[in-house]
């Protein structure tokens, strides 16, 4: 057992001999000699949050929300005035806000009710919460450790073959890993059948390292020889590989994405646009209607963004558009598509659904979804719908019944419903989405809501689509079950569908092989390469970070999931690339430094394992921003075709070109390399196998990498390095691997 030893410097730990590692079932318990172990980088550092209301603000109740805890509810207590608790959380960054009030403060960095400039002053900055407003962010250093006495690092061997995390099924194999302690691995290897099959270093941070070798699939028990720094050397096993290991959906890792707002992608037949006024929730919105605020209204595609330029402002974007540029999107490389909502709804974004099972009209109808459907599957193209579990508009079916006959109606138990009669837009008569009268909250506990949001899924998954995109799966009831289920009956249907959870922070809880393949990888594509791709100050972050935060990532998530990944850095409900890298709002004219980051960004996206998406318009270098005052939603300003940005086209074009080229960007494998200053590098590919370095200068000058050993191809330049190679001002290389 691992036990604290009298007289040990504090963070010192001594294994007794009877157990050294950590095995889940399946494995029997190994042993090796007593180590000393040196603990103090992957332990946890207590934190304490204080929050200080300003003056006049009364404060009945306060706790911490995070990306620690799953956004759960850690109560804080009050101390002189202020509020406050201690955690213990991992080096590493960390997102939070503080709930007030049972309020969330909008924006943690400037919140006029909660604290201005800063609702907690000692946040490091804040980032983008995918609601409108910023999450406080933390950044926790792990303990500055004396130097361990003479020995050999702790090997703190992890494995489990029933965790997908260290077994899955990707590129045709099974990947098996395992954490040992950082530095404690000098080689290993995974034993079956009296063979050997090497294991590399595939993922290093503070305090921990990831090995990784993968077998042939339907191999039986298996073992894990390790030989650590000084020579000796343990076997742990046998193990026992899952019979059915997570696996990935194959399409997904080899393709591009690309996702469309369809009301402002193209106006394919103007003849449907005015059916945007006759489904508009103004007409069930009692409220609203008896307010003197603005109309629905329909505008022609380059008119100025109004005040209603969010939700209820139409252009005329269809399916049809879509349908007209499918030839535009092939020339792109694309090969997935996702359509944010196209049922019948109130609204241009359409997540205030009124008929899960009818095309909105001011899109098409079903015929020429289908037609949209086989055309986009003659040109190899798979597509993703958008599905709203959670909430519905206020001209669904069910809820117009409850509206008409209160607890007589067989739906009433639908929804939650706090007094009736009511006027439908109150949100204080029902529970809405954040409270939003206009997104009535469904109860998913009901088994006839269940039931007939997953026969919509099914229904729509046999109709043609290849995979679905879940609206805010965090905010349904019971969560976890509701997906399992889910899960269970869409791949019972199609094998290979694709499902997708808008899961903004790191979170493998959703990602067992049971719920989910990919969640949308906000919490790579922003919290890691935007904040690289923006440069700055190298103490708030460089490189360094920017690869233990990747590694971390990819450590704790299964190898199946990281190829299938759903990676993207902005969508519909984010700034533009461009306008989150110094290019300005719409109306400004973006910079050749800002254009120049913007390159950096999508060729680190590019880069990773799985799907990379782009936001309709960011292959164009459009600009949008999402003010806090109307109008709103500037990012989704219609596509404007005649000005899009020819040499950000073609660069778009050209990565999507590479990862056709080069086999080992559309691998599942990810392993870091290195990471100093503005320098970012890692492998992608089987070791020995054409592997690709990726690396990146988020600098303004010039800046040398270190080559491993052998010969590197630049396929653009058709040029081979050794040793060291030039990485220009913002700049990046692909670079293959020719062998030594």
Known sequence: MLRQVEGCLPGWRQYDGSASMRVGKGGNMGRILAVWVWLSLALAVPVTFRYTPPSGLEVRSVSLRGSFNSWG??????????????????PGEHQYKFFINGQWPRDMCNDPTFGTPMVDPKAAGCVDDGFGGQNAVIVVQAPVAPTPPAGPVALDFTHDPLDAQYVSYADGKLSVRFRAGEGAVAAAWVEVEGKRFPMHLQLSFPGSEVWRGTLPGGVGAYRIRVRTQDGKEEVFGPFDPPERPFAEVAWVGEGVGYQIFPERFYNGDPSNDALALETDEYRFNQVWQRSSGPKPHLSRWSDPPSPLHCCHQYFGGDLAGVLAKLPYLKALGVSVLYL?????????????????????????????????????????????FDFVPNHTGLGFWAFQDVVKRGPRSPYWNWYFIKRWPFVPGDGSAY???WGLGSLPKLNTANPGVKRYLIEVAKYWVRFGFDGVRVDVPGDV????????EVRAELKAIKPDVYLVAEIWQRDPSWLRGDEFDSLMNYAIGRDILLRFAKGGSLALYNARRASADLARVYALYPEAVAGMGFNLITSHDTARLLTELGGGGLKDVPSPE????QRLAAAMLYALPGLPVTFQ????????????DPPHELNRYPFQWEKCHGET?????????LRQELAALRSAVFRTYFGEGH?????????????????FNNGVEAATLPLPPGGWRDPLEGRTYRKEVNLPPLGFRYLVHLGR
């Open 73 to 90: 509810e850690t109560p804080m207590q009050k101390e002189d005035g202020s509020w406050a608790v201690t955690v213990d959380l991992d």
């Open 340 to 384: 944010n909502p196209i049922f019948d709804s109130g609204s241009a974004h359409g997540y205030d659904t009124h008929d899960y099972l009818k095309v909105s009209p001011k899109f098409g109808d079903k015929p020429l979804l289908r037609k949209l459907l086989d055309e986009a599957h003659r040109l190899g193209m798979r597509v993703i």
């Open 431 to 433: 529970e809405g989405w």
């Open 477 to 484: 009831l019971n969560p976890h079950a509701f997906f399992k």
């Open 594 to 597: 800002a254009r120049a980051r």
């Open 617 to 628: 318009g960011d292959e164009c270098g459009f600009t949008g921003e999402r003010p806090a």
């Open 649 to 657: 086209l073609a660069f778009y074009q050209e990565l999507a070109e």
């Open 679 to 695: 320098l970012l590098a890692f492998f992608r590919g089987e070791p020995g196998e054409g592997e690709v370095l990726a690396a």
